[in-house]
């Protein structure tokens, strides 16, 4: 009779004395947790990964697809993004409001006010 006893990756095969190598199948760990999105806003990517420890000494390989790292898109869906006050060049000066005594010149220029928590500014009409 043949006795084989294996410790990790060493067989011994008593009525010979010699030592081989044991098979050693393929190995996949548990799957990390998802990472963190790669951005806070708008569409990034996370991750997960795992340990594979593929198949030695003619061990069972791993199965055709057997991943290490999984990506997917996160935060697809449009976020209420922090934007900022945008302010627009000033316009020209208007005409004096009158042709005689004190009058009024205005110019004007567009803002785009800030939303979802962003920079707020200071907008309107300067006069002088």
């Not at 199948?25 to 806070?40: A, G, N, P, R």
């Not at 928590?117 to 009409?125: P, Y």
Request: charged fraction near 25%.
């Amino acid at each position: 009779p043949v006795v084989v006893s294996c410790a990790v990756t060493l067989c011994q095969r008593s009525c010979r004395g010699k030592y081989y190598y044991c098979p050693v199948d393929c190995k996949t760990h548990t799957w990390s947790s998802w990472s963190t999105c790669s951005v806070s806003c708008g569409e990034g990517v996370t991750t997960k990964t795992r340990r594979v420890e593929q198949a030695q000494h003619g061990g069972k390989e791993c199965e055709a697809g057997t991943e290490r790292k999984e990506i997917i898109t996160c935060n697809v869906q449009p976020l209420d993004c922090p934007i900022d006050c945008k302010e627009h060049p000033w316009g020209s000066w208007t005409s004096c409001s009158v042709t005689c005594g004190e009058g009024v010149e205005a110019r004007t220029r567009e803002v785009e006010q800030a939303r979802f928590r962003g920079e707020e500014c200071d907008a309107g009409v300067e006069r002088e």
